[in-house]
């Protein structure tokens, strides 16, 4: 491919990349999307460093295409990875003996050179996204966001019974959630979700002595919730009102007569904090939840480098999808 283009990481199910997609064809710019779950395959690197030129071919659609990032506009990382390619004679006697350590081996050495990869294509080019910062460590950005002065949930992480029970005791009403990500499993005819739940004195009661440590933190009495797609120190708040019992409202979202949604307007000094956090997360897009208190207080909870905008956008009225397309094209936001 001779002509520059946007170069596009993502899932064949991401309905939001579609649309930004639907702007660029509008503005009539070449693209490449990369959906890692569509066995679009990468081989034939070729990476000469220190000048960090370097370029790939990719097998999709039955077809080859070569990378080469000096025709690169620019760089969305949206989701998802790249599947590297290689052949071996697996059938070898050597191969055979050693498959663990072969296996290992040959893993590992793909993960650094994806790692490297996407480095260099956040590196090398305007970007949005970033690969090497998709997994975000709750409990590290915790800390993170109170050095920056933002408020955080009173939380505690223990594996006593009785640790748990003087924390509720002290803070009255106190509620339980993953230290990771939510817990989902299921078959081909039911599925289960982890919500965020009030943490009970029976609830207490059932835990053992000692248990795999838990994440409990304090139950904030909100006016409503706070969901923020961010893009480069730009902010696109909603606000939720859960007028519902339920704790979580993601628990209610199929019976929405119970919620309401509306645009936002941050604080200046809440964005500000935002921005100083974002910068020490080496974050330029997600989505932050927050919550403003019953005594006007804005608590922090977490930010997901990878968090759904498409109902941000529409509810807000903030046409996000073209606010990203005109960025990867260096136009101006009008």
């Known amino acids: 491919m001779n002509k520059k283009y946007v170069l596009i990481i993502s899932s064949h199910l991401d309905d939001s990349t579609d649309k930004v ?4 064809i509008f503005y009539k710019v070449n693209f490449i999307r990369l959906n890692f779950h569509d066995n679009d395959k990468i081989k034939n690197i070729n990476i000469d460093i220190p000048n960090n030129i370097f370029n790939f071919t990719i097998f999709k659609d039955n077809k080859e295409i070569l990378i080469d990032n000096r025709e690169i506009i620019s760089f969305w990382y949206r989701n998802g990875g790249i599947n590297l ?3 071996f004679d697996k059938q070898e006697p050597f191969y055979n003996e050693f ?3 072969i ?4 893993n590992a050495e793909a993960f650094i050179l994806t790692d490297f990869i996407m480095f260099l294509l956040r590196e090398e080019n305007k970007y949005l996204g970033n690969y090497l910062k998709r997994r975000q460590n709750k409990l590290f950005n915790l800390v993170q966001a109170a050095n920056c002065g933002l ?3 009173k939380t505690l992480i223990t594996s006593k019974r009785e640790r748990v029970r003087d924390f509720k005791k002290k803070h009255t009403k106190i509620i339980n959630k993953p230290i990771s990500e939510v817990f989902s499993t299921g078959n081909e005819t039911e599925h289960y979700f982890s919500y965020v739940e009030t943490t009970t004195d029976e609830h207490i009661n059932y835990l053992n002595n000692e248990s795999f440590p838990q994440l409990f933190q304090e139950q904030i009495d909100r006016k409503y919730e706070l969901r923020i797609f961010f893009m480069n120190d730009k902010y696109f708040p909603i606000a939720i009102f859960n007028q519902t019992k339920e704790t979580d409202w993601r628990v209610n979202v199929v019976n929405k007569q119970f ?3 509306v645009p936002y307007k941050l604080p200046v000094s809440i964005e500000d904090k ?3 956090l974002m910068k020490k997360l080496k974050l330029n897009t997600g989505s932050i939840d927050m919550m403003v208190s019953n005594d006007n207080k804005y608590i922090f909870l977490e930010v997901n480098p990878v968090g759904q905008f498409a109902y941000v956008s529409k509810i807000g009225n903030y046409f996000i999808e ?3 397309a005109e960025f990867l094209l260096n136009k101006k936001n009008k």
């Open 99 to 101: 498959k663990t350590g």
């Open 322 to 324: 073209k606010q990203i």
């Open 151 to 153: 408020d955080i949930p």
């Open 103 to 106: 296996d290992k081996y040959i």
């Open 259 to 261: 919620m309401r949604h």
């Open 85 to 87: 390619c290689w052949s």
């Open 274 to 276: 935002l921005k100083l």
């Open 21 to 24: 997609i639907d702007w660029l």
